[in-house]
């Protein structure tokens, strides 16, 4: 069937399966590969996705039923080829990573997080990201990436203020 | 010796720099290849422990849209070699594809390719097999038993491996000790399980007869036993290093996943993906790790210290062979720990049973072995009433007695392992520390300290195979680098490997950066292909900041040497004359060449150039494990890995009586790795591996009913720890550089998941002493430890 889906603020229309995914019509027929698979029932957070601004686990939907809603991959996350974006520099930063598998939907969660909450505790970033596992870093680092983009944010926008 | 050296790049602050692609979801992995004309395979299952394959009929499968072939096991074994077994075990044979009989539930019966994935699957639900159930043994013990139903008959038994070693004078010192005992501890089935799963893209290119394979593959020799195994040239295999890996901490090691890609791509001349699925890669993957049972004697004296130790280790290898022997001679290199031990009777055995087939795990055995270790040391305080710590502190070798030979023949190159507990212990203020307990303790809590102190052995060779394998002389395990200045005199290198997450190109870029006193930065890593790359091994054995640090460090001075002697002969001097600074040569008159001008003279003036030199800039090293080089001594001796690094941790545990459920307040390690090349990394790789170590302890296994059936089908079953599980660690870090490698530096990429299931342990066994509760077997589940604990309390209660 055909569907359109908005994708990092554009649109494309594809032809898929009914039960495609959406994780695989993003890897697959958009060719976004930054959502990756790790478990495809629901645990593991590897395919991570905002839809509408929120984390959403994008082995559990099916593609279809993601049309009228505003997605967003990792892709979106760098302003422009090459350069990074504040919380994706703060990962890099403080090593917030090792092989990168799980790092997208890291990144997304993070992001969603610091939209509602521009200083979280550590407790909040450890609730916050408790739905992404992350098999190599222990989460250490991660936590230190998003506190420290939460400090360069807040930064951020104070100037933006000025 | 524990003068941290100066350097620029090395050990400083610096970023990894493989994080930028990462961060931006612009790492390559294996499932983001999209080759035309791309064919896809499922896998279809035995749904059996034990049984004969009576009939097999495709027909359904095979008129399914998209499907191309089904092929299974019979037609497989005719073309392909069996895959390689470590120890010499000829009939014990293993085939991608079950051949005739099936040996343990899920494995792999038969491939059906197809257009999609999708169309796979359906299509693998279609292929109709018939088995006939056979006999089958899935405890070690019984399986050890000459009575157990062989898991291949034509092997005679069950028994893969039975050796005892004897290093020292053991009945001796047994004998002369005040006080004996013995403790059993079991390490139960898990594994490193990475987020990604195995995935391989295979592609015959009939017209170049190569054999071009993308995997996300962290294994040694990889493209030498695909050639075996598919019958082709060495140099028809051409693996492709340039593949991110998304974890993989030793079990990324799907060889018969590739070869049947390779045969499926071969015989149907179109590229073929095989990519599991996570109950594929928990149950057939043939992924598992260590299943142990420890029965140790301890000899010891009145005043703390540990003479002699006996230990029979009995492994559950799973249905094949594969490398899982192995296992259990790598502790042979630190089967001591930190510990002056005299003498050690080890008893090695390994045994076949119809459980699924394991692959090296992180720290190869090691972090079982210490669990046992250490279990044996809480032991011996007890039975002594000493303080934990300080018997540790009795037993441990000294700084000067370094470089120390243990009993079983390696030596070890260098620690400090008081002064790294005195560290832990002041930072944790050990009193308060204790009151803490105490207080949590006297407020209704079980509480409880752990204490671990364990060795990371590091530079992997593989000594255990020559070992455990006489067929097998094996003593060269070798790691290269290359570096090219080209004409513009900029610097590429290249390395000749995947990587599953250690940095490898910041650690090259690094190391060449300090030596050739260039920013890393402007250092360009590439990674070669099998058939372009110079020897290597991988980065197995916490090898590669040794190895491939050595390698780039030895590659880069060779530069600088050829420079000196270019520069020299402008000079007119001696190369020894020619000083190097920031790749300016300058001779003792004062007299320069700048980079570029030097560079101009390799690549542009032959005229210029001495007798004998090669234009242009490159050069390669390979370079030799340190130490390692002899085969073992008739009597079971030999120098395993040549790098030792040391952690202690010291924890604080809760738990809930009700829950069963264990936290942890407290966490901190010291660890010395000797001198750290990028911090940031080898702080990863630590709270990783105490995380990964927290999950082996409390959380992950793979359990096996009755029947064989594996019960763990999902991430729901098996679990991983979240940030909710994983504490805060607190790091204390010391340097006791290596005199055996270049910069000093030591192995980490196992630290933290060496010790950390040994101190949760302790710490949970301390907990719940009061109760008269003892846990000697890991994973201790939540469910185990509130049933043990509500058991414990009705007991005391009647
Ligand atoms: S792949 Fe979607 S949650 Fe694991
Ligand atoms: S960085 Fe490897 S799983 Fe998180």
């Known amino acids: 069937m055909k569907i359109t889906l908005h994708v990092n603020a554009g649109e494309r229309t594809v032809d898929v399966e009914p039960r495609t995914t959406l994780l695989d019509c993003l890897r697959d027929e958009l060719r976004l590969t930054g959502a990756h698979s790790g478990c495809e029932h629901g645990v593991c957070g590897a395919c991570t996705v905002l839809i509408d601004g929120e984390p959403a686990r994008s082995c559990l939907m099916f593609a279809p039923q993601a049309e009228g809603y505003e997605i967003t991959t990792v892709e979106a996350m760098s302003p422009a080829p090459g350069e990074l974006g504040i919380i994706q520099d703060a990962f890099c930063a403080a090593h917030g990573m090792q092989c990168g598998y799980c790092t997208p939907g890291m990144i997304l969660t993070a992001h969603a997080l610091l939209k509602h909450n521009p200083s979280p505790t550590r407790a909040e970033i450890v609730e916050a990201i408790s739905g992404n596992l992350c098999r190599c870093t222990g989460y250490g680092q991660i936590v230190e990436a998003i506190e420290l983009a939460a400090q360069r944010l807040r930064g951020a926008n104070t100037e933006a203020a000025r | ?310 230990m029979r280790a009995l492994d559950n290898a799973g249905a094949y062979a594969g490398r899982a022997p192995f296992q259990l001679g790598k502790p042979i290199g630190a089967i001591v720990g930190p510990y002056k031990i005299n003498s050690v009777r080890y008893h090695a055995v390994s045994v076949t049973s119809n459980k699924a087939v394991q692959e090296a795990v992180r720290g190869f055995g090691q972090s079982p072995t210490n669990y046992a270790i ?78 671990a102190a364990c060795l990371e ?56 950066g300090e030596v050739l006193e260039f920013d890393p930065d402007s250092i360009r890593i590439v990674r070669t292909d099998s058939l372009t790359s110079l020897p290597g091994n991988s980065p197995v054995g916490s090898r590669m900041a040794v190895m491939l640090g050595g390698s780039c460090y030895l590659a880069a001075n060779k530069l600088k040497k050829k420079l000196k ?113 990028n911090p940031h990394i080898v702080k990863g790789m630590t709270l990783g591996g105490i995380a990964h170590g927290l999950g082996a302890a409390l959380m992950e296994e793979f359990v096996y009913d009755g029947e064989g059936q594996m019960m763990a089908q999902s991430f729901m079953d098996y679990l991983l720890p979240s940030s909710h599980e994983v504490p805060q660690v607190e790091i204390v870090h010391h340097c006791t550089p290596s005199p055996f490698t270049v910069m000093g530096q030591k192995g980490s990429g196992e630290s933290g998941y060496l010790g950390a299931p040994a101190a949760i342990s302790g710490a949970v066994n301390d907990a719940v002493r009061s109760l008269g509760i003892r846990f000697n077997r890991l994973p201790m589940r939540m469910t185990a430890i509130s049933d043990a604990i509500a058991e414990a309390k009705s007991k005391q209660s009647n």
Not at chain 2, 423 to 438: G, I, L, N, S
Not at chain 2, 492 to 509: K, P, R, Y
């Open chain 2, 374 to 451: 250490e279990t044996m040391m809480d032991r011996v305080a007890e039975h002594l009433g000493m303080d934990r710590v300080e018997i540790r502190r009795r037993n441990f070798i000294r700084a000067d007695e370094f470089p120390y030979l243990i009993p079983s023949g390696t030596r070890y190159d260098s620690g400090d392992y008081h002064t790294v507990v005195d560290k832990v212990m002041k930072h944790v203020d050990w009193p308060a520390f204790v009151a803490e307990r105490d207080r949590l303790r006297a407020n209704g809590a079980y509480a409880g300290i752990g204490i």
């Open chain 2, 1 to 310: 010796m524990n003068e941290r050296p100066k350097f620029r790049f090395v050990s400083a602050d610096r970023r990894v720099r493989e994080d930028r692609r990462f961060v931006a979801g612009m790492g390559k992995y294996v499932g983001d290849i999209a080759e035309a004309g791309m064919l896809h395979v499922a896998i279809v299952h035995a749904p059996y422990t034990a049984a004969k394959i009576v009939s097999f009929d495709a027909s359904r499968a095979l008129a399914m849209p998209g499907v191309v072939a089904v092929v299974e096991g019979e037609e497989l074994s005719t073309n392909v070699e069996p895959l390689m077994n470590g120890l010499d075990t000829p009939k014990v044979q293993r085939y991608p594809l079950a051949v005739k009989h099936v040996r343990y539930n899920g494995e792999w019966v038969a491939a059906v390719v197809a257009q999609t994935r999708a169309q796979a699957e359906d299509a693998a639900e279609c292929v109709d097999v018939e088995y006939e159930p056979l006999p089958f043994v899935i405890d070690a013990e019984e399986a050890y038993r000459p009575s157990s139903p062989p898991v291949h008959a034509a092997h005679g038994s069950n028994v893969l491996l039975d050796r005892t070693f004897n290093w020292g004078e053991i009945d001796e010192d047994f004998a002369a000790s005040d006080h004996q005992l013995s403790l059993r501890v079991t390490w139960g089935r898990s594994s490193t399980v990475p987020l990604e799963t195995f995935g391989v893209v295979a592609m015959w290119d009939p017209w170049a007869e190569v054999m071009d394979v993308r995997a996300s593959i962290q294994m040694p020799k990889y493209a030498d036993q695909i050639a075996r195994a598919m019958r082709l040239p060495g140099n028809a295999v051409r693996v492709h290093y340039d593949i991110d890996v998304g974890g993989s901490y030793g079990v990324k090691r799907g060889i018969k996943h590739t070869v049947l890609a390779c045969y499926l791509s071969m015989k149907l001349k179109q590229p073929v993906r095989l990519i599991e699925d996570r109950l594929e890669n928990m149950s057939s993957g043939d992924a598992h790790g260590p299943d142990r049972i420890f029965d140790i004697d301890a000899a010891f004296n009145r005043d703390g210290i540990v003479r002699s130790m006996k």
């Open chain 2, 565 to 677: 002697a270019i520069a020299a002969h402008q000079f007119d001097c001696a190369p020894e004359d020619v000083d190097y600074v920031q790749g300016v040569l300058r001779a003792k008159d004062g007299r320069t060449l700048k980079w570029a001008e030097m560079v101009n003279i390799a690549h542009r003036n032959f005229h210029l150039l001495p007798e004998d030199c090669e234009p242009g800039l490159e050069v390669t090293n390979v370079y030799q494990v340190p130490t390692g080089t002899d085969l073992p001594t008739a009597d079971g001796r030999v120098q395993m890995y040549p790098c030792h690094s040391f952690e202690f941790h010291c924890i604080l545990v809760t738990i809930d009586p009700d829950t069963g459920k264990v936290d942890i307040p407290r966490y901190v390690i010291g660890h010395d790795c000797g001198t750290v090349i």
């Open chain 2, 457 to 512: 052995p590091s530079g992997g060779n593989s000594s255990f195979e020559p070992l455990l394998n006489p067929a097998n002389t094996t003593t060269t395990w070798m790691e290269s680098c290359r570096i090219n200045v080209d004409a513009l005199g900029n610097i590429t290198a290249t390395i000749h490997t995947t990587s599953s997450g250690q940095g490898h190109e910041t650690l090259a870029s690094t190391v060449i």
